[in-house]
């Protein structure tokens, strides 16, 4: 299995709803990454995960809560969003094991927020 | 700090027309170099990569060659077809050790668009 996975593809919610991002992959990658991206813009940095720690958090809105229950599975948890929250929501994952490897992307989850 | 350079866009060819796209960059020691490509509703894919200077990465005729010398890593190919319409983003990595834990910087991307 070398892809990454993201549930829902499509979501739509109000400023006032709680909703959760899940991202799951089984290459036994340990590093896991959230990305916001705008449309036609590249992917900003949210979350970096290494071995289940949050290793990196790009000064990101508390409306935004990440979690990583396991090696394999990442969420992102919302809450409280604004409507400047809407946009693709990538997930990505990389081995450890070695400098220079690339980064895995799931096909994102594309978020409105009313 | 880390930075991406890529032409701006958006890029229009003709199908079988020659593409490249150029990316510039600026690092500190010796980091990889990818190119992703992104389908219209789709995530990013890697397309190719190069690792250490000299290095070229090729994947379905697409080729780019990391060049130190020029700080510079151009994506090309002989001849584009309609399906490669996409948005091509040039991106680094300054490895994981230390605190970067395989971050990436990305260019701004280049929109390009292949007609019949």
């Known amino acids: 299995d070398t892809e990454v996975t993201q549930t829902p593809k499509h979501l739509v919610m109000g400023m006032t709803n709680k909703k959760s991002l899940k991202c799951e992959q089984h290459m036994g990658h340990r590093a896991m990454y959230w990305y916001k991206q705008k449309a036609k813009k590249p992917p900003e940095l949210m979350f970096v995960y290494s071995y289940e720690k949050l290793s990196i958090n790009e000064s990101v809105p508390s409306r935004f809560s990440p979690e990583c229950p396991n090696s394999s599975l990442l969420n992102l948890h919302l809450h409280a969003l604004q409507p400047e929250d809407s946009a693709l929501y990538l997930c990505?994952?990389?081995?450890?094991?070695?400098?220079?490897?690339?980064?895995?992307f799931g096909p994102g989850t594309r978020l409105t927020v009313l | 700090g880390n930075s991406v350079t890529q032409m701006e866009g958006p890029v229009t060819l003709s199908e079988e027309a020659f593409l490249t796209i150029n990316c510039t960059y600026t690092a500190t020691g010796y980091p990889s170099l990818f190119w992703y490509v992104q389908y219209p509703g789709e995530g990013l894919q890697l397309l190719l990569k190069?690792?250490?200077?000299?290095d070229k990465g090729s994947n379905k005729g697409f080729e780019a060659t990391y060049r130190k010398e020029t700080t510079s890593f151009h994506l090309e190919k002989g001849s584009v077809q309609v399906s490669d319409s996409a948005v091509y983003f040039c991106?680094?990595?300054?490895?994981?050790?230390?605190?970067?834990?395989?971050?990436?910087?990305f260019g701004q991307g280049t929109i390009l668009t292949v007609h019949p």
């Open positions: 190069a690792t250490k200077a000299d």
């Open positions: 991106a680094l990595s300054a490895g994981a050790g230390g605190t970067s834990y395989g971050k990436l910087t």
């Open positions: 990505a994952s990389r081995t450890e094991a070695g400098r220079y490897n690339e980064q895995f």
